[in-house]
């Protein structure tokens, strides 16, 4: 079974709304990242949340982390056509360094 | 600085050849992972080097699959003779130190596919 599992699978809304996708892994982890995929590029860190927080900010994002639950929240504010991309959550374990993945979220920006 | 630069970005190949995937790793990176993703499922890890040694592999689906960094710098992975599961993109992605808290940054991929 997966480690990160995005939901919802692909979101369309329009620019200047708020777009929320939901991540949940299976194991204890050391910390959980975000990535941004463009078409045919490779992928962007976002943010990196450690499994002692609760919540963060950087710019229009604000990812949470509920250990308890095993799921994170990513929110992107305001959303503009160029955030039209796929979103990754990763996990990391303790004890190790790969990241493992989730299958992702296609957010549509609609102009 | 550069980014993570991967070659070709394309490759098309049948089934049974084999095929020499690259990775150049930002300047400096000594931590280089690489990762794959197969049609509709999810990334996946395949290994880590830390310069040239290997510091995990657990991820190598079998031993078709043969990775090198020979002086600490750019990697290869090689596939022979591959397969049709073998197609899907390739990452590589770089990080400067060790620790599970450090970004690693992430190559365009390169397209496999093997017919």
């Known amino acids: 079974s997966q480690q990160g599992e995005e939901d919802p699978q692909a979101l369309s809304i329009q620019e200047g709304e708020n777009a929320t996708m939901n991540c949940s892994y299976k194991?204890?982890?050391?910390?959980l990242q975000w990535y941004r995929q463009n078409s045919g590029r490779g992928l962007v860190h976002l943010i990196l949340i450690r499994s002692n927080e609760r919540e963060k900010h950087s710019g229009r994002l604000r990812v949470t982390l509920d250990t308890s639950k095993k799921s994170s929240s990513l929110l992107i504010t305001a959303s503009r056509a160029a955030d039209t991309a796929s979103y990754f959550c990763?996990?990391?374990?303790?004890?190790?360094?790969?990241?493992?993945f989730g299958t992702g979220t296609r957010l549509t920006i609609i102009p | 600085e550069a980014g993570v630069t991967q070659f070709p970005s394309h490759s098309v190949i049948e089934k049974g050849q084999t095929v020499t995937l690259r990775c150049d790793p930002i300047?400096?990176?000594?931590?280089l992972y690489w990762y794959r993703r197969v049609m509709g499922k999810e990334i996946k890890f395949l290994l880590h080097f830390v310069k040239e040694s290997k510091q995990d592999e657990s991820g190598m689906p079998n031993n078709r699959f043969l990775a090198e960094r020979t002086g600490g710098t750019y990697s290869t992975l090689k596939v022979q003779p591959a397969e049709l599961e073998d197609s899907g993109v390739y990452f590589c992605?770089?990080?400067?130190?060790?620790?599970?808290?450090?970004?690693?940054?992430f190559g365009p991929g390169t397209r496999l596919t093997v017919t």
């Open positions: 300047s400096g990176h000594d931590n």
């Open positions: 194991t204890s982890i050391n910390n």
């Open positions: 990763a996990t990391v374990v303790f004890g190790n360094e790969k990241l493992t």
């Open positions: 992605a770089s990080s400067r130190s060790r620790g599970a808290v450090y970004e690693q940054y």
